[in-house]
């Protein structure tokens, strides 16, 4: 049981490439979330998901796309990357029978130049 | 007014003192609420649940005050591995955190 998954650990992306982040869970949680944080700031959500095929926009959404296709998985779009999006991004899974107690993966760190 | 803050901090303690914070929510229908301590460069992880006024666990004690809209966390006989961040966030199908409260123990 390996929980939540971040793939990749660390990246670097000049500015105006494209990338996804993938975060997989194999505890069949119906919620999962990205997150980013920037240094020394709290958990901003990004977009989040309460079922396959479903997403919706959190509190930063904007340079970002999302799609869940899969129940396990929780990809994270940037179409054209930026220096502002610059961060360590988190993603999360969580279930309702447990009050929405998330369970986080290790993060990505990304750097934009 | 954020959905959801907390004093940033740092709270710089000796070890073995008693340590609390606040967490104040905007959203009244937030029914359950939840601690979690983050390490430096590592994930969340969490701390404590808080589903009705309180909630105890060894040297931790999370309350709620529905009619004032806050959580508090007491640590009590700190220690240095207590060092940490620590975020608040209602529970919620869309989860908000609070921007975290840094706690240093000192020897």
């Known amino acids: 049981n390996a929980g939540v998954t971040q793939t990749p650990k660390f990246r670097v992306l000049k500015t105006g490439q494209s990338m996804t982040l993938l975060c997989a869970q194999d505890?069949?949680?119906?919620?999962m979330y990205w997150y980013r944080q920037d240094p020394g700031m709290g958990l901003r959500l990004i977009h989040y998901?309460?079922?396959?095929?479903?997403?919706a926009k959190g509190e930063v959404p904007d340079g970002y796309n999302v799609s869940r296709l899969k129940k396990q998985n929780f990809l994270l779009g940037l179409e054209s990357a930026a220096p502002s999006q610059t961060s360590v991004y988190f993603c999360?899974?969580?279930?309702?029978?447990?009050?929405?107690?998330?369970?986080f993966g290790p993060g990505t760190r990304l750097t934009v130049t | 007014r954020k959905e959801v803050e907390q004093d940033p901090g740092p709270f710089n303690v000796p070890e073995g003192a008693t340590v609390a914070f606040n967490c104040t929510y905007s959203?009244?229908?937030?029914?359950?609420f939840f601690w979690y301590r983050q390490d430096c460069r590592k994930e969340p992880k969490l701390l404590m649940s808080?589903?009705?006024s309180g909630n105890e666990d060894g040297r931790f004690t999370a309350q709620l005050n529905r009619a004032s809209q806050y959580i508090s966390l007491l640590i009590r006989d700190s220690k240095l591995s207590d060092s940490a961040t620590y975020l608040c966030?209602?529970?919620?199908?869309?989860?908000?955190f609070g921007s975290g409260t840094r706690l240093s123990i000192r020897p």
């Open positions: 999360a899974s969580s279930y309702v029978g447990a009050r929405y107690e998330q369970y």
């Open positions: 808080v589903y009705s």
């Open positions: 998901s309460v079922g396959e095929g479903t997403t």
């Open positions: 966030a209602p529970s919620a199908s869309k989860i908000i």
């Open positions: 505890m069949n949680h119906e919620y």
């Open positions: 959203n009244s229908a937030s029914q359950s």
